[in-house]
């Protein structure tokens, strides 16, 4: 703690040293005039000027090194009317802003035009997609609005069928995704086995999904990081909306409290049906979940929010024999986002909780199953705004997992353990933009890590370079260097994982290590049409998976292994005043050795192609679709067939007259392929106004149209093939008021 | 511009409709599939053979094979050859058996062939006999068993014998104790004991307990099911059930992972069967009587 102390000072101190020249500065914040929410990405320029920036996902900007004198300072986001305020700036001085914008009713604009702007504001970043409200609208759905199911269908990201949430990027497995909800650390973010995510999509403000080059204030993971910022609340008057689904029918207030704002919606299943047909089997499952968020202004352009997700899934089943599940969430956090001089700082610190549990009733002496990880997140972090457009950040985080499990092993051993550990880690990242058409970011991270008395150390160097040559095209590359030291003990071949635990890598492993490279290139076709490229090589050392040759149970359950990972990923996108396309393409390959077996992981999808478009027909109505075509999943083939007799029980003579049940050897592991997959969704989507203060959201689904039987999996031993979702209808009705 | 839309649909449409078939099973090479248990009990060693199928569901005739010769070399080195058999119902495996077969301490060697097309092989350790020890308390017996170097597995059942007369017939019958009961609200579940690993670097005894509660709760169970007094009811028998090292883990590897919802696809299968399936194993059965 002391030396990151000490690291920190130095740091803070050279940029006082070496960077610091007195210079006028503009900073300030962009907010919606109707509910005082901050908005993300806004354009702000200093007319007649070739200063300018872009907000951040709070709001905020920052502009530097602006001359003397009286300037136009203009703020603009698609759909809001632009404000321009006048300014008289002096030798020395920083003023402070704050643009509140009206808005202006937009419906596929904002769909068109928000996903410009954020482009424009992740110009310097590499393999970052930052999903909006209005992107979630339109694709079609299943039960649940779902964030994740959006992930899915981004370049780069694939899955394993339409029941599962969990996504794998670029050739990583699924704990290698970090989920960050207003900074709080998501274990295991998941409602329904997996079907979707415990996020209300209503609260969502925005999400960046980094697929690669991660800046080094991200640490911890080697193949993903969601960054998932919620709404702060209208903080002007109180609203309403209420949505009925499926599944399940869900409630968001928000509206102005004690001076600040407050968020809160609240999410319940009613209806198996649906479950019924993910599964195939009826299951009496039944989950709630709650996001609630406040939000409270304080000086210097800051905010003080305080944010709470809780979640439960359980079965409960009244056969003794059959086994009652449960499975809750609950995190809480605090942020303080705040602008001094000419820092901008962000501090978070946050509890999250996650935990299994399976009541065997006692039958068959079968002892209960119990898994929880409890996690303190502490995470500080300044930026810096040094000349002109260059940047200075650092920052350190400290993270405290505890993980607890019990259960009954397949060998009958009850397996109990505790483990604390310590994670921190300190970062600086130097951004250098004064050189119009070339940004630079180099940064190092330093992580180390405590448990059972051992401490292991990594170093992580990372460098991104963007380049444009032309107004219509960027290049860019980066190379990153990430750990991961808190895995799961998942196997991919879990079909649908119920007992998902958490574990720290100890000795004598070492932290899973991935060394990534991407390659891009971004163009503007047209005014209306963009098109970008990129490449990655990720090679990965230390991957713990289990040991494929354990035959004893005396064995070790793990074995450490090795990976590489790589991919193309094509990316064109259309949008004019009624049409909004994206058709991507990813090539990509994913390879594993361990203990000598060379293997593909199951979600190593040789192609993937993803088409959403949203059109817009008369009277406002939106014609949404979605079409996913991918290689099927992997999976180890049968060498054959025989009846495996059960030669438990010797006292009778069940042996002699035992006629077996049919069982499949299985051969190499995952080396056959699926067919392809593929399936079509389509919906229509309407906005009523009734009165003034009144909207009725209409949606309509049509889910695989074609009713395509995609194989889920195949039961080895039966030979049965258990199919994916069938044609579906579902809707969906809101009301706000 | 719907125009284009429709029709674009209309050719996906087209051309997405069908469904793939595809088989499941690769590299498919005939084999034979053994189940051979030696039991220091079994007045017939049972031998159940079966070839590897390449598809799921076949007929039984397709299961069986012709020309099966199967020899057991005990560890003096003599040869004993299993002979054609049949039990009712079983028509899915050719069934052979030797009798006679006096089990010593020492390696077993089992040579299976069909024909000149098939042949597969396995060995096998067969251990000394266990001692049990009963140990009588206020409200429980205490059973000791002896550990054999070889034995990877244990079961330990207890039963109620007694006597029952069925159409004038005496007949000699047995239930098997409880090891626990589940209770959960009104309903009380009978717990049986499972196999359980006998870790062999331990040098102690396996020590099991059977509550009187267990013994009076079955013998009441007798009584109500089958009519009779309690002076019918002879006595306790327990078994100690020791299995090799090769069927314990094939056990292990079958019983694992039996939760209801989770779907696994990579089931272990333990065999130790030389280009074959299936498990060469031994079981010691030993026994010991006391008077309720």
Known sequence: ?737 | MIKKIVSILFIILFFTSCNDDFDIVKDYHEQLVVFLVLDNRADKQIIKIQKLQNDVGLNDNNKVLKDLSVRLIDTYGVAHYFKDTVLNGVNNFNVLFVDSLDLKEGTYSLFVNSGNKLYAWSNVTVRAPQLIYVSSFNEYYKINISKSASSRGVLVKSFVCFDRVDNGITTSDMMEIPSKFSVNGTDTTEIYPAVEKSDYSENKSIEVIIGYNAIVYTKQKIINRYHIESKDIKKIKIFSFSYDWNLYEYIMSYKGYSDPYSVRLDKPNYSNIIFGNGVFGAIRVDSTEIKP
Request: aromatic letters at 14%; proline letters at 3%.
């Open chain 1, 1 to 737: 703690m002391k030396n990151i102390l000490k690291i920190l000072l130095i740091i803070a101190l050279l940029k006082v040293t070496l960077f610091c020249i007195e210079s006028n500065s503009i900073k300030g914040i962009v907010k919606d005039k109707q509910t005082g929410e901050t908005i993300p990405f806004a354009t702000i320029i200093v007319e007649n000027t070739k200063y300018g920036t872009y907000a951040n996902t709070n709001g905020f900007f920052f502009i530097k090194g602006i001359s003397d004198g009286k300037f136009k300072v203009t703020a603009t986001a698609v759909g809001y009317n632009k404000k321009t305020i006048e300014v008289d700036i002096k030798k020395g001085e920083t003023i402070s802003l704050s643009f509140e914008l009206e808005p202006i009713p937009i419906e596929l604009q904002g769909v068109t035009k928000v996903s410009e702007r954020m482009k424009e504001a992740y110009k310097n970043e590499i393999s970052v997609q930052a999903l909006s409200q209005q992107e979630l609208k339109i694709i079609p759905s299943t039960s649940e609005k779902d964030i994740f199911k959006l992930i899915q269908i981004l370049p780069g990201v694939s899955s394993t069928g339409d029941v599962t949430s969990q996504f794998y990027v670029r050739g990583g497995s699924g704990d290698q995704n970090m989920i960050l909800y207003d900074n709080m650390m998501i274990y295991s973010p998941f409602h329904a086995f997996g079907m979707f995510s415990i996020f209300n999509t209503d609260v969502i403000k925005i999400s960046e999904m980094m697929t690669g080059g991660f800046s080094p204030e991200y640490g911890g993971r080697l193949s993903s990081v969601m960054n998932i910022i919620s709404k702060d609340g209208n903080s002007n008057k109180y609203s309403g909306k209420l949505n009925i689904g499926n599944s399940s029918a869900q409630a968001l207030v928000e509206g102005p409290i004690l001076g600040g704002s407050l968020i809160s919606s609240a999410r319940k299943s009613y209806f198996n049906n649906v479950f019924k047909k993910f599964l195939g089997k009826n299951v009496p499952l039944d989950f709630y979940d709650i996001n609630s968020k406040l939000t409270f202004p304080i000086a210097n352009e800051g905010k003080f929010s305080f944010s709470a997700i809780i979640s439960r899934d359980n079965i409960n089943q009244s056969a003794i024999s059959s086994p009652n599940y449960l499975w809750q969430n609950a995190a809480v956090g605090t942020n303080v986002q705040v602008s001094i001089e000419d820092y901008y700082l962000d501090v978070a610190l946050s509890f999250s909780f996650s935990k299994a549990y399976v009541d065997y009733k006692g039958f068959q002496g079968r002892q209960n199953s119990e898994n929880r990880i409890s996690n303190i997140f502490f995470d500080a972090k300044a930026e810096s705004y040094l000349f002109e457009k260059d940047i200075l950040s650092y920052g350190f985080s400290f993270i405290l997992p505890r993980t607890e499990y019990s259960f009954q092993n397949s060998s009958g051993l009850v397996v109990k353990n505790k483990l604390d550990q310590q994670e921190s880690g300190i970062f600086v990242k130097y951004r250098f933009g004064r050189i119009e058409g070339l940004g630079v970011d180099v940064g190092i991270r330093s992580n180390f890590e405590f448990i059972a008395e051992n401490i292991s150390y990594a170093f992580e160097p990372r460098i991104k370079v963007t380049y444009q040559p032309f107004h219509f095209a960027t290049l860019k590359a980066s190379y990153g260097r990430y750990h991961q030291t808190m895995i799961t003990t998942s196997n991919e071949d879990d079909i649908i994982p119920l007992f998902e635990i958490w574990l720290p890598v100890e000795k004598p492993y070492y932290p899973e290590r991935c060394d990534e490279y991407i390659g891009a290139l971004e163009t503007d076709l047209s005014d209306n049409l963009s098109f970008s490229f990129q490449g990655y090589f990720k090679r990965f050392t230390n991957l713990l998976g289990y040991n494929l040759k354990k035959k004893n149970s005396s064995d070790p359950d793990f074995s450490s292994g090795t990976g590489r990972s790589y991919g193309y990923e094509f990316f064109l996108k259309y949008q004019d005043e009624s049409l909004y396309t994206w058709i991507n393409y990813t090539l990509s390959w994913a390879k594993r050795k361990s203990d000598r077996v060379k293997y593909s992981p199951k979600y190593d999808r040789r192609h993937i192609i993803n088409i959403l478009s949203s059109y817009r027909l008369p009277y406002d109505i939106h014609f949404n679709l979605k079409w996913e075509l991918a290689s099927g999943t992997l999976f180890t083939p049968v060498l054959g067939y025989f009846d495996r007799l059960d030669l438990e029980d010797f006292s009778s003579n069940n042996y002699y007259y035992d006629t077996g049940s049919s069982y499949g050897v299985l051969g190499s592991k995952n080396a056959s392929r699926l067919p392809w997959y593929h399936r079509l969704d389509i919906g229509l989507s309407k906005s009523l106004t009734i009165y003034n203060s009144f909207a009725l959201n209409l949606k309509v689904d049509l889910i695989n149209l074609y009713d395509r039987k995609n194989i889920f999996y195949i039961n080895k031993d039966t030979g049965e093939k258990v199919y994916m979702l069938p044609f579906m209808f579902t809707f969906f009705v809101g009301l706000e008021i």
